[in-house]
């Protein structure tokens, strides 16, 4: 209890010392930290083997190059960003200055994930670095090595008392939570984000909620379905399926069931070859108890590809079930794992009722050829994100705020939205202490004529 | 759960997409418009029963300031709701990337009694404005107005999208055990721990508009009239039962002699030589905030003011000079017509005082020399910053309104209101076509792919240029 009111309270010491406000000190962080994945990638990289035997150019393109973007991008914009933005006055305030401040709101605790274990603690940490915040970061414990090696390195690189990493599992974090904090950003499961948003509430605390759910995947008979199914398949499978915004089931309908298949099973051909488990590019299952999981999901479904596993090595290979039906255990909780069910519909009408009447998704996916199709998928359902004709593509467009709604989050952050979201927006008045006969018409005693000036 | 049929009801109509089209939407919101001009007498009397609000307050308040809102959302709902493109990068520049605006479902917005129309009327325009249902749930406290609004607002409104629900702490405490896809709140900080903790049971994101003291501090180089003028405005309106009113000011010993004959002067020229008789003086709502105030009366020593009256719950303008900072009326948000001044050698003093306390809603600082209300901006931490005068950067709809840390989280009035009850999705439509571009993010992962995707989506510093 008392390491964490230390490490939090020097935080806090720290932040009120003024030293992470003036933008150079943020930069010099944020420079810091770049060279901090560049000199020390091959480190970096080997956690990431070990925790989820992601391999260089995949643990590459998947985790440091999203840093690295997002490190180059708030230091670009961190001027334009900080800068007051003046708002529009109106008559009774045309002599005064009228902007909206932004400022750091104080210490932010970062809870990060195990699917992604660099990105989604750096990421947010170097939001709120921008924004001039003291941060702790708790790293996920079930990825271990990488938990492990942000606690090595981050002290190295970044002011010590600023910016502390804090490790261990939930009676650490349990702990944590009873600190106060300006703003938490958790990523992690619906269960847990009640936790830490109830937590927040003592101190009422804002929080920023990266959740999840059941991402739904509509493939429209209209539409090529080659290139369709191996984007599904890349988004899919891609660290063996333990990603938030993968596409967790697809709907279709059943005249298309087969083909789907077929051109999934074409795709992994390629993209792993004939024996998946040997293939350096496909991942592992985090640990025993998700294995278990997982394969708990397949008793009584209708394997038409894959379903092979080794405990072992917790190796399950990519799988596909068709015939799915809404109401098994697949189809009740997040998969997040390398099991794909087709649930068959036979129209776009029954396609957004299923999605409907379910919890809104973190992200939602369409392939169509017909635009009128897609916009109606859009307007007629509702999502954290989405990406019509792709998958996952839609956390990579710089703007765009990444975030859930409803039982997959809230809140958003990312480029421009980390920066928000880690900011207090102040709105200033300057007003003149002379000009006092513009005031007269407010004062008592009130007149109904002045009034209706 | 007695409001499980009425949240099953709306949640229907959300379902069947009743307030999304932009023409419905428009259609409440000149209900609403028609609502304030129709009702204006009912309005001012209720408030009047209430707490003694003087006409001419109430019609700045609770009709002047809603109408502007809901001008202000007339006039930009189109914009508003329109999908928001942004910047793509090289390898989207065939694709579409937009933000979308989708309404939350149905929330429920919870009002307090000092500003009871303004306070749910104006979060309600923005959660219609956004698409949204809406559940209201007015204070029972301000009970006049409870029932204008409860008897009346449904002849305005679609009852199949919005209800009115009243009643006390155990009607709220029911009524917030439902699942809402948005919950406003404004109130005391209590409170709004105990609602945040409902709402985090269904992951219901929450706008908490809460309270605290707003420091008001007057440095040395000042024009003591306006300044005195200024702050009695900010103190006295509405008897102080204001969330942003200046709670407390900072002052040398000095200022605080030049002010006081200064005040004396406003108070007097505001409310005549006997407030009491003023119609432009409110009262105190309640018996119970009455005797809180009263009881704040024996910190420091009466300088102006200090009579009370309690059958008709007059407190009049008062101003308590030598106050200490252990005093009762330091410890609490006073919400009344009490002004304390606590005298502090300088500005570098008054700034660890501020800082020593809770982050406010509202922070004031008066002085002629400009980098004077800078610093004291740029050393603390508040919802909102006025400088040179009480209460006025409310009124700006273009400015954010909420509070910081205890004082509150989210913001509202203009847009910022229809942004709270959005949902901002991103969206990205692909091309199916050009497949050979999304080559090198596939497996078998190789050196060279790697290569060509670091080419195409890292962030170049400017200066250098991509040839692809």
């Not at chain 1, 959740?211 to 379905?225: E, Q, V």
């Not at chain 2, 007339?74 to 910047?87: A, G, P, S, Y």
């Not at chain 2, 908490?208 to 008001?216: R, S, W, Y």
């Not at chain 2, 006295?236 to 709670?247: K, L, R, S, Y």
Request: net charge neutral; aromatic share 8%.
């Amino acid at each position: 209890m008392e390491r964490m009111q230390q490490i939090v309270g020097r935080a806090r010491a720290a932040f009120r010392s003024g030293r992470s406000r003036p933008l150079e000190f943020r930069i010099q962080q944020l420079k810091a930290l770049e060279r901090m994945v560049q000199e020390k990638e091959k480190e970096i990289l080997a956690a990431l083997k070990a925790d989820l035997n992601k391999c260089g150019p995949n643990a590459y393109s998947h985790e440091l190059l999203g840093v690295l973007r997002e490190l180059v991008r708030a230091m670009e914009n961190l001027p334009s960003w900080a800068a007051p933005h003046p708002v529009k006055k109106d008559l009774l305030t045309l002599r005064d200055k009228a902007y909206i401040h932004y400022e750091p709101l104080g210490v932010v605790l970062v809870i990060g994930a195990w699917n992604y274990p660099f990105l989604l603690i750096m990421q947010p940490l170097i939001g709120a670095i921008t924004a001039g915040n003291a941060v702790v970061v708790k790293p996920s414990e079930v990825s271990e090595n990488t938990a492990q090696l942000l606690a090595e390195l981050l002290p190295q690189y970044l002011d010590k008392d600023l910016y502390a990493v804090v490790t261990g599992g939930a009676p650490e974090t349990t702990e944590l939570l009873t600190q106060r904090f300006d703003h938490i950003l958790y990523t992690g499961s619906s269960r847990v984000g009640r936790i830490v948003m109830a937590a927040a509430a003592k101190h009422l605390t804002p929080v920023t909620l990266e959740l999840g759910g059941k991402s739904p995947c509509y493939i429209d008979k209209d539409c090529d379905l080659s290139v369709a199914c191996r984007r599904i398949t890349w988004g899919k499978y891609m660290n063996c399926g333990q990603t938030c915004i993968a596409p967790d089931y697809i709907l279709c309908h059943p005249s298309i069931q087969d083909k789907v298949v077929e051109n999934i099973k074409a795709t992994l051909k390629e993209f792993y070859g004939d024996d998946v488990k040997s293939s350096p590019d496909y991942g592992k299952i985090i640990n025993q108890r998700h294995f278990k999981r997982i394969l708990g999901l397949l008793e009584g479904q209708k394997i038409a590809h894959g379903g092979e596993s080794d405990e072992a090595s917790c190796f399950i290979a990519p799988t596909i079930l068709t015939d799915v039906s809404p109401e098994s255990k697949v189809m009740e909780e997040e998969i997040f794992g390398p099991v794909l069910p087709l649930v068959t519909v036979k129209s776009v009408e029954e396609a957004i009722e299923f999605i409907n009447l379910r919890e809104k998704p973190l992200a939602l996916y369409v392939f169509s050829n017909k635009q009128q199709l897609i916009t109606r998928v859009i307007a007629e359902t509702s999502s954290g994100g989405m990406t019509a004709n792709d998958v996952l593509m839609h956390c990579l467009v710089p703007d765009l705020p990444f975030g859930g709604v409803g039982q997959s989050g809230m809140g958003a952050y990312l480029g421009r939205y980390s920066f928000e979201t880690f900011s207090h927006r102040r709105s200033c008045l300057i007003r003149d202490l002379r000009w006092e006969v513009v005031n007269k018409v407010r004062y008592p005693p009130g007149s109904m004529e002045l009034m209706h000036l | 759960n007695p409001y499980a049929g009425l949240v099953s009801h709306l949640r229907a109509s959300w379902l069947a997409g009743k307030t999304r089209p932009m023409e419905y939407r428009v259609a409440q919101l000149e209900a609403l418009g028609r609502f304030l001009d129709d009702k204006k007498q009912e309005i001012l009397e209720a408030t009047a029963l209430d707490m003694g609000k003087p006409s001419f307050e109430a019609f700045f308040s609770e009709i002047l300031l809603c109408k502007n809102e809901l001008n202000v959302t007339l006039n930009n709902l189109c914009h508003w709701m329109k999908d928001e493109h942004v910047d793509k990068n090289l390898v989207m520049q065939l694709d579409s990337a937009f933000i979308r605006k989708d309404p939350y479902g149905v929330v429920l917005i919870i009002a307090p009694w000092n500003y009871p129309i303004h306070l749910f009327l104006v979060p309600l325009i923005g959660a219609i404005a956004a698409g949204n249902c809406a559940i209201i749930k007015p204070s029972e406290i301000s009970k006049n107005t409870e029932r204008l609004v409860a008897e009346t607002l449904s002849c305005y409104l679609d009852t199949d999208c919005f209800a009115v629900v009243t009643g006390g702490v155990p009607e709220t405490t029911s009524l917030l055990e439902n699942k809402f896809d948005y919950i406003f709140f404004t109130g005391i900080p209590p409170v709004g721990q105990i609602v945040m903790t409902a709402a985090a049971k269904h992951l219901t994101p929450v706008t908490l508009e809460l309270g605290g003291k707003n420091p008001c501090y007057v440095s040395d180089t000042c024009d003591v009239t306006n300044v005195a003028r200024r702050v009695a405005w900010g103190r006295f309106f509405n008897a102080g039962q204001t969330c942003i009113a200046p709670d407390y000011l900072l002052c040398t010993i000095e200022m605080q002699e030049k002010l006081m004959p200064a005040l004396r002067e406003a108070i007097t020229e505001f409310f005549g030589p006997n407030p009491r008789e003023s119609p432009d003086f409110g009262r105190i709502v309640s018996d119970k905030q009455f005797r809180r105030l009263r009881a704040l009366l024996s910190s420091g020593r009466v300088a102006l003011g200090g009579q009370t009256d309690e059958a008709e719950r007059y407190i009049a303008p008062t101003v308590l000079a030598d106050v200490l900072p252990s005093d009762p009326v330091m410890q609490e948000e006073i919400f009344g017509p009490i002004l304390p001044i606590v005298v502090i050698a300088n500005m570098d003093e008054a700034i660890d005082f501020i800082n020593a306390r809770p982050r406010p809603l509202a922070l004031y600082a008066f002085s002629c020399d400009s980098k004077i209300v800078n610093q004291v901006l740029e050393r603390t931490s508040s919802g909102g910053f006025c400088g040179n005068d009480t209460l006025m950067h409310m009124t700006l709809t273009s400015l954010p309104f909420g509070g910081i840390g205890n004082s509150g989280l989210g913001k509202y009035h203009g847009k910022f209101t229809f942004d709270t009850f959005t949902h901002h999705r991103g969206c990205l439509h692909r091309n199916m076509g050009l497949e050979t571009l999304n080559g090198p993010r596939y497996p078998p992962y190789t050196q060279q792919k790697l290569g060509l995707l670091t080419a195409t989506f890292e962030v170049k510093r400017r200066g250098t240029c991509t040839l692809l």
